[in-house]
């Protein structure tokens, strides 16, 4: 324990000299009080004191009013803060103050006093000493100087003046005003349900009316702009034609020996390789700023046989980011026709059979839109919201119908949430109606049904019965349904163990289609069988499937490992024909279509490269018989094989 020394300063104080009455005064009140005797002379001060007991003070007993309490008093102060810290430019951080200053001043006041054995206080009495006795006998005259002095009278150092003034008030004046009272009017009416319903159909309607009286001045005003710009940039826009046709005949001077491959090269080499056959590596399409993007979709233009359109984005979860709708022409491999740049990304297209000017594409984040090539915008003319039933998930595919009874175009779009949906182009907007939503399967729990949904992957509608459709799902069933029968699906088929990638109709057959997945095995179906006709396995996952248009027995097929394989049934019912690696390694292949008219198929990859590439004689061999023929005989003769072998096999 520290001890804590007190020191007691005593100060001698010369106090002036007091009355021998008031000295009685005091030392006669003294006596009274110990005496014990209450008297009003004298002050107020030196008068008795009565000593007053609160009422709720203890009554403690003589022991207890000599026992002794020890209080321990500690250096230390308990309201001293303990975290304190400051700032080391040292060490260029916070650090905190381990020894905090334990004072504590409860009292503090700056005096004039002196202790008199200080060396201070022994040169005041010195001095003051020295002016009273080293003076003598003062002159005369020094002693008129200083009674002057005394005498003097101070002046007012803040030299006022009292003065006053008067003002005028103002008149006070009175305005009045006289108003009309507003007009007043009784109205009494009845309102029940139907005319409530009637007003708020009047106020749809003429809210309709003022929006579409908006958006069509608002087009007017940018039709007269664009116009304007039209004029004041005919020139410019003659030129970029011009140039536009210099730098396609530069490109195909460039690349001259693949257009001659294109036009007139035919493998030789086939007649010697039996019923194989190869593909000729043509033009690579590339885009600079597409190169973090997978290329998730491709589609050719019905119309315009050298153009086709590719859908770039990602299929990962972590790598969601922009996507992009490029279009390309075999005329000018070196850059796109046309760009368009999405929020997000592009999961698949489609283009129009006959207006092959509007694209409908399908984004990672569950929008649809659809894009006009004639408008000299980057924005879509359509595109669905959150109020306007908007996808929860990635849409998977899209494809386009017929138009409606009231000639709307029309398309239908498949996602991960399970719904698919028919979008109809109603003047300014998309109007949604949900066709049928995928079933659960039987493992997910009763209460988690509505939670969790049917992954839907793929979809693709009949060539000749367009409301008959197939959907791809994620555990690798296939359902077939009809736009018909919204209540439940015509038919579920067991494809595959896992993700079904893609679902397609025979163009020519129409009881057939093929499916593919990720399980390695491309399947080949026929609706009224429950079981595959045709079972093909390609050692790696398969992400993408196509029939080819001259012919029904022919299909081709791309794998992960940047391999392309095409069969054709007619000539070889177990094995494909041509097995090619097209990519570099680590490359994947996402994606692959069948030009309409001339012999070559296009590969995307995920690099966003897309690769085209030529058939050799020997792939694209065409029937003498029908297709959808040549292919019922192949189906049939497969049919009666297995009847075969079922009636051989022991009971």
């Not at 994606?591 to 990859?605: L, Q, R, S, T, Y």
Request: proline content about 4%; charged content about 25%.
């Amino acid at each position: 324990m520290t001890a804590i020394t007190l020191y007691i300063f005593s100060l001698k104080m010369q106090a002036p000299n007091v009355n021998s009455h008031q000295k009685a005064a005091v030392a006669k009140g003294v006596k009274d009080e110990e005496e014990g005797l209450d008297t009003a002379e004298g002050e107020e001060w030196m008068q008795g004191k009565t000593l007053v007991k609160p009422p709720d003070q203890l009554d403690l007993t003589e022991a207890e009013l000599n026992e002794e309490i020890t209080r321990v008093l500690k250096a230390s102060n308990p309201n001293a803060p303990q975290n304190v810290v400051r700032y080391s430019f040292k060490e260029g951080c916070y650090k905190p103050i381990v020894f905090v200053d334990q004072m504590a001043i409860h009292f503090e006041l700056e005096g004039n006093l002196v202790h008199k054995e200080s060396d201070e206080g022994r040169r005041l009495m010195a001095k003051q000493a020295e002016v009273d006795d080293g003076g003598g006998v003062e002159r005369p005259d020094n002693v008129a100087i200083k009674a002057a002095k005394r005498e003097q009278k101070l002046t007012n150092q803040f030299n006022f003046n009292e003065r006053a003034s008067q003002t005028l008030n103002n008149t006070p004046r009175d305005i009045s005003c006289q108003t009309e009272p507003p007009p007043r009017a009784n109205f009494s009416a009845t309102a029940n349900q139907w005319e409530i319903y009637d007003f708020y159909v009047e106020e749809l309607q003429r809210r309709e009316k003022s929006k579409e009286k908006h958006e069509g001045q608002f087009l007017n005003k940018e039709e007269d702009k664009s116009k304007k710009k039209m004029i004041q940039n005919d020139d410019i826009s003659q030129l970029a034609k011009v140039v536009k046709i210099i730098e396609r005949m530069v490109n195909q001077n460039i690349f001259d020996d693949v257009a001659q491959d294109f036009m007139y090269f035919e493998d030789a080499s086939d007649e010697f390789r039996g019923e194989k056959g190869t593909l000729l590596p043509l033009w690579t399409f590339q885009y600079d700023k597409a190169k973090s993007l997978s290329v998730t979709a491709l589609c050719w233009n019905h119309k315009y046989n050298d153009l086709f359109a590719v859908g770039l984005g990602s299929h990962e979860f972590t790598q969601q980011g922009g996507g992009m709708l490029l279009f390309y022409t075999l005329k000018n491999p070196s850059y796109p026709e046309f760009i368009f740049n999405t929020a997000s990304g592009v999961m698949c297209l489609d283009i129009h059979e006959h207006l092959s000017y509007l694209v409908a594409v399908g984004l990672y984040d569950g929008c649809v839109a659809v894009y006009n090539l004639k408008k000299k915008t980057d924005q879509p003319i359509y595109n669905s919201r959150a109020s306007s039933g908007k996808h929860t998930s990635a849409v998977m595919q899209v494809k386009w119908q017929k138009d409606d009874l009231d000639s709307n175009h029309n398309f239908i779009s498949v996602s991960a949430d399970g719904r698919l949906v028919s979008w109809t182009l109603v003047k300014h907007e998309l109007v949604f109606t949900e066709i049928i939503k995928l079933p659960v399967i039987d493992t997910i729990p009763d209460d988690l049904k509505d939670v969790i949904p049917t992954v839907g992957t793929s979809l693709d509608f009949h060539k000749q019965k367009d409301y008959s459709f197939l959907v791809g799902t994620e555990h690798g069933k296939i359902h077939k349904g009809s736009k018909y029968y919204s209540s439940k699906f015509l038919e579920k088929y067991d494809a595959h163990f896992m993700n079904v990638t893609r679902v397609k109709w025979n163009p020519f057959h129409p009881d057939v289609f093929i499916s593919c997945g990720w399980d390695w095995m491309v399947k080949i179906w026929d609706q009224t069988m429950k079981s595959p006709v045709f079972t093909f396995e390609l050692k790696t996952s398969v992400t993408d499937v196509a029939w080819a248009p001259y012919s029904s027995t022919v299909f081709a097929a791309v794998t992960t490992d940047g391999k392309v394989h095409v069969f054709d049934l007619n000539i070889n019912k177990y094995e494909a024909l041509c097995q090619q690696k097209v990519v570099s390694k680590k490359t994947k292949l996402f994606n692959i279509e069948f030009n309409p008219v001339h012999p070559i198929i296009i590969v995307g990859d995920d690099r966003g490269h897309v690769t085209s590439l030529k058939l050799s004689p020997n792939l694209r061999k065409k029937p003498k018989v029908g297709d959808a023929l040549i292919l019922c005989i192949v189906i049939e003769h497969l049919n009666i094989l297995t009847l075969d072998e079922n009636v051989l096999e022991p009971h």
